[in-house]
Each structure stands twice: as structure tokens, then as C-alpha cells.
């Protein structure tokens, strides 16, 4: 794993989960707007669901995300700061 962290490989999927979407989430749930509902106007850009709408499931975890990166930014400061000294050691 180490190996191919190095090459830019993180392993798992990617995020269906685009920043404009969950702009538009955050937005819409601040005006009281239910996530099932708003989920349902979201489109997948890309991938093998390109075109559906992403699950309930996925909305909820990409605003965990979200919310924890909001919450700790000097962690995922130092966590690209890392990343980028490691792509230069290559």
C-alpha cells in the first residue's frame, strides 16, 4: 500500500460526492429542505453510476466529511502538506 501511495494510488472508490453537490446540500438543508429530497435533484458527473442520483447513504457521509474537515483544518493542512512531501521524494 505504501508502494502505491507513493505512485498516487489511495486505494477505494471515488467520491461521487462532487464539492458543488454538497454545496447545493448544505444550502438547501439550511433552508429546511430534507436530504432525501434533495438527493433526489443530484446527479452522479461520473463513474459507472454517472447519470443516477447517489444514495442516501453517500449524502450522509459525504457531509461527515465534510463537517470533520470543517472541524480539524490544520489536520488536513498537515495531512496535504505530507502528501506533497512525499510526491516530491519520488
Not at 1 to 7: F, G, L, Q, V
Not at 10 to 31: K, Q
Not at 66 to 85: C, F, G, I, L, W
Amino acid at each position: 500500500m505504501d508502494a502505491a501511495a507513493r505512485k498516487g494510488n489511495h486505494g477505494g472508490r471515488p467520491s461521487v460526492i462532487t464539492d458543488d453537490m454538497i454545496h447545493t446540500v448544505l444550502r438547501r438543508r439550511a433552508a429546511g429542505e430534507p436530504v432525501d429530497r434533495i438527493r433526489q435533484d443530484l446527479i452522479i458527473p461520473t463513474g459507472k453510476r454517472k447519470g443516477h442520483n447517489p444514495s442516501p447513504a453517500g449524502v450522509y457521509r459525504a457531509l461527515a466529511e465534510h463537517d470533520k474537515n470543517q472541524r480539524h483544518p490544520e489536520a488536513v493542512q498537515q495531512a496535504h502538506a505530507e502528501y506533497t512531501a512525499l510526491r516530491q521524494g519520488l
